[in-house]
């Protein structure tokens, strides 16, 4: 039997942590774990212990290396790679290279994490044959939750590969001697019918309705996974009804401030469907409980609060997309996903048609919190999304980002998505589309649209869902839009679609070196 994975597990129930990371690594145990995942000695009769198994999946499904969204986000024209990390810098490009360690990494992480789902579900169920009524429906409504995290990760590993395993267990022989691999669209399948599962049993709260898990997902979360999972297939009616469904609980709102959505201010707000979330729990020492957010920070500035410390300037603002945003006018959209330099400033001037005294107030290296970008080696722009003011940071903390929540998923993108599905041919009575954009566009500032066109929705997604988990890259392709990819020297074709899977995967399945994807 071939060797399909060198795995560690980590099982802590009263650290609420369940982890299962798959690496190559020679310092790793040398054979696959052989279903033996539970901690021995565990009372299964205790059914409250249910929800240690729940919360280590959502902790393993935050734990997010910091390279991983950047593999997921960069590529789009609304994005460049920046920095020293030359795999990702040619990725960026569409040149992909299999030993790129960012690609690897997301896929052995990802797959650990939905292992590990799988774990802590089969735990439950384990529990679950010694509980009463009230039990056994408490946890099926934790498996319905691990249902909905585990495909959050595979949508994203079928985003960034295409053709993916499908793990049906924590059994890992179920792959020693696999013959195929599922298509990007038997995974999107997979997972809108996976939502179909776990919708009834998921509670009909907002995430931030919940006291039990705050911004645990929710029914709710379910259809907008089901809705991105169907968007990707082109089944545009089954969006139409999912986002519809969202949209006529009444349950979610715009949170009013854009540029402090996504900063402190705006954690688990109303808006927000599901966001990875990270604390500092309030005080200015202990252990820090946070996204790496170093990657998108600029790698020079000065800060309002002295100390605080800065980025490495991976992840930059496409010139095309700050030129975009203020031919259209945009102001707080623009202020928000844009830290400027003053170099960026200057270069913006020297290649584009505006001048100095063209540009407004905001389109500045300083922000309206007081921190000034001073960096002028790595990226001409910071992202404004991943940027966190310093005066928001609890005092004592320094980190850069820290106590930001990362949002996966939130309603301005349901209201867009549903629109979109409506000029594709959809039907749906709870809103128009241009009721659904103008929405979106009245918390921006912008007039209202009437008679809204396809081509001013995709340009509406690119203006509000920019660097945001590459939405925009993933927009195009299914679009097929590949002049607007082919830009500042790059060229993309529809080969291009997918990231090459890395020489480790190829040689510990030696059947994913035979797809054309």
Known sequence: ?????????????????????????????????????????????????????????????????????????????????????????NQDRYVYDNSFFGSRT?????????????????????????????????????????????????FQLSQVYGAVFIPESSDLNAFSDVTSVPTKEEVMQHISDQMDEAIPLLPNLRPNERTDLPGGVTRYTALMVKAVANQE??????????????????????????YELFKTPGKLSDENLFEFQYSDFGSGQGDRVSHL??????????????????????FEPSMKFVEFMLN????????????????????????????????????????????????????????????????????????????????????????????????????????????????????AGMDPLSGVTLDQVVDEKYAELSMEWGKRFFDMVRLERYDDLSYDGRTFTADKKFVTYHQDQIDEFPILGEIAN
């Open 293 to 314: 957010y170093a990657p998108y920070g600029p790698n020079s500035w000065t800060p309002s609060v002295d100390g605080s410390s800065n980025g490495w300037g991976f």
């Open 233 to 258: 297939l082109k089944n545009y009616q089954v969006v139409a009804d999912a986002a519809g469904q969202i949209i006529s609980s009444g349950k979610f709102s715009l949170y009013p401030d854009f």
């Open 106 to 154: 997301l896929w052995e992480t990802y797959y650990g994490d939905i292992i590990g789902a799988h774990t802590a579900m089969e735990q439950i169920e384990r529990y679950m044959e010694l509980a009463d009524d009230e039990g056994i429906a408490q946890g099926n409504r934790y498996i319905a939750e691990i249902k909905v995290l585990r495909s959050i990760l595979l």
């Open 328 to 443: 259209r006018g945009e102001t707080e959209r623009l202020e928000t996903s844009v830290f400027f330099t003053q170099k960026g400033i200057d270069s913006l001037v020297s290649v584009t048609s505006y001048t100095a005294a063209d540009l407004p107030a905001f389109v500045s290296p300083t922000t309206r919190d007081g921190d000034t970008n001073t960096s002028d080696v790595r990226a001409i722009f910071s992202s404004g999304k991943h940027y966190l003011p310093s005066n928001q940071l609890i005092t004592g903390r320094t980190e850069y980002g820290s106590n930001k929540n990362y949002i996966v998923f939130r309603y301005a993108e349901t209201l867009l998505m549903y629109a979109e599905a409506l000029l594709q041919g959809a039907s749906n009575s709870v809103m128009t589309a241009d009721e659904a954009v103008n929405i979106v566009r009245q918390r």
């Open 1 to 89: 039997m071939t060797q399909l994975y060198k795995i560690s597990i980590k099982f802590v129930v009263l650290a609420t942590s369940i982890g299962l990371t798959l690496t190559s690594c020679s310092d790793e145990l040398d054979q696959p774990e052989l279903n033996n995942n539970f901690a021995g000695g565990t009372d299964f009769s205790k059914t409250d212990d249910m929800i240690f198994s729940l919360i280590g999946t959502y902790q393993a499904v935050s734990d997010r290396g910091w390279e991983q969204p950047l593999v997921v986000s960069t590529r789009g024209d609304d994005v460049n790679a920046a920095g020293d990390q030359q795999g990702l810098k």
